[in-house]
């Protein structure tokens, strides 16, 4: 029997009352989807708020491990052995692996962990005696249960046994899916992968949306965008990408409107449509990677006249993050590299010297009064292209 397995800790969702299987059946719908990618066949155990992962003969555990760190809902990740769920089998489960299991560690601890009360031993006892094993087959080790370099832990569970030296941290946050669908605003910067990743974290499903300007802008920077969405969907699992052409709007609004509140203008539209958008795939919030007082666009007198638009709720999770905070959350999620790939976007094609950081609504109303904005919307609508990515 293979007995190298997966264990994976469920989180926050151990809270959760009557509808637990509801989430529950959301992490292991992702599970199944990550490891269709990974060599090998695997079995799924569920028991005590813990997910075993078996491989056959061969699978490819770490890369199986490594995906699993993606899956929303799941605390900790263990590369465990398992055994029948008795002291000598724990005994020689430990003895076969110690190499593994001991690595280059001076000191060490055993952490016994009975969650079946049938079981002989209690849970110090069962530490001290496979601790005692230990220090027979490496003589050369220390005990120290305050600050060790390896604490090996000996999980009695109700089916089996498990040691393992200590688990890698989650993916965290709820299932996906499991909050509802939203809308995200994806443009080519480092802040809206970001918004995303971190509003499917909480469970959000996930489309995205990307406004483009065809000529001003370029099939790079739809590539580029293209990239980030592959690379936030590694999380989220399948998403739609939606593009919409902001072109003939842009043009009206070059022409029409006063140039200061040109970026404004343009961001209520944007809301507009990704409202549209939102409600026509029944998604039912937009998320956006606005960051407080970042830019003038993100003045609280901006956010105030672009939020009057949509009626459905706007997520922007980076509302209160530093820039340094958003780039370190990119870099690990791997969006970083692909977001400073210098494109151009289409709120960077006109920019206006002088935005009003101080727009009010009244200046808004009488610069939109001079538009048709039905008109302007359909059209902009009407440019729709849609592409499946899955993650
Ligand atoms: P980002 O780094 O995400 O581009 P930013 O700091 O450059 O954000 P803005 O360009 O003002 O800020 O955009 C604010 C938010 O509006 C973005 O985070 C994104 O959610 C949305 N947005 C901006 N441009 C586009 C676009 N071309 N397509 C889709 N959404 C966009
Ligand atoms: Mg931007």
Not at 88 to 111: M, N, S, Y
Not at 129 to 144: A, C, H, M, N, S
């Amino acid at each position: 029997m293979n007995n190298y397995v997966l264990l994976l800790k469920y989180g926050e969702v151990v809270m959760k009352g009557l509808n637990r299987s509801y989430f529950d059946s959301l992490i292991v719908r992702r599970v199944k989807q990550l490891l269709k990618f990974v060599e090998g066949e695997f079995t799924l155990e569920y028991a005590q708020s813990t997910l075993c992962i078996v491989g056959s003969e061969g699978a490819d555990m770490d890369d199986a491990a490594d995906k699993m760190k993606r899956v929303f809902g799941i605390a900790s990740v263990c590369r465990a052995w398992r055994c029948e769920k008795t002291v000598d089998a724990i005994r020689a489960t430990v003895a076969e692996h110690i190499d593994e299991l001991i690595g280059d560690a001076k000191t060490f601890k055993c952490e016994g962990k009975r969650s079946d009360k049938s079981f002989p031993l209690s849970s110090p006892a069962l530490s001290g005696e496979i601790g005692g094993t230990i220090l027979q087959l490496k003589p050369y080790l220390k005990v120290d249960v305050v600050n060790p370099d390896i604490c090996i832990k000996l999980e009695v569970r109700d089916k089996y046994a498990a040691v393992h030296g200590g688990g890698e941290k989650g993916a965290g946050g709820m299932p996906n899916g499991s909050a509802g669908h939203g809308m995200l605003l994806l443009s080519g910067g480092i802040d809206s992968p970001v918004a995303g990743y971190l509003m499917a974290k909480r469970g959000l499903a996930l489309d995205a949306l990307y406004f483009d300007s065809p000529p001003y802008t370029s099939q790079a920077a739809e590539d580029k965008v293209n990239a980030l969405a592959e690379a936030v969907a590694r999380y989220c699992g399948k998403l739609y990408m939606h593009t919409i052409s902001l072109t003939e709007i842009q043009e009206v609004l070059m022409r029409d409107c006063d140039e200061r509140l040109f970026t404004i203008l343009l961001r209520r539209f944007m809301m507009r449509l990704a409202e549209k958008q939102a409600l026509d795939v029944g998604a039912a919030a937009l998320i956006t990677g606005e960051s407080l007082g970042q830019v003038a666009s993100q003045t609280l007198h901006a956010l105030t006249v672009t939020n009057a638009i949509p009626q459905i709720p706007v997520f922007r999770p980076c509302i209160a993050m530093d820039k340094d905070e958003i780039v370190q959350i990119s870099r690990k999620i791997g969006t970083f590299d692909i977001s400073i790939l210098p494109y151009e976007d289409c709120c960077t094609v006109f920019v206006p010297r002088h935005p009003n950081t101080r727009p009010t609504m009244e200046q808004i109303l009488e610069q939109e009064a001079k538009l048709d904005i039905e008109g302007l919307v359909e059209r902009a609508f009407a440019t729709r292209r849609h592409k499946k990515i899955v993650g």
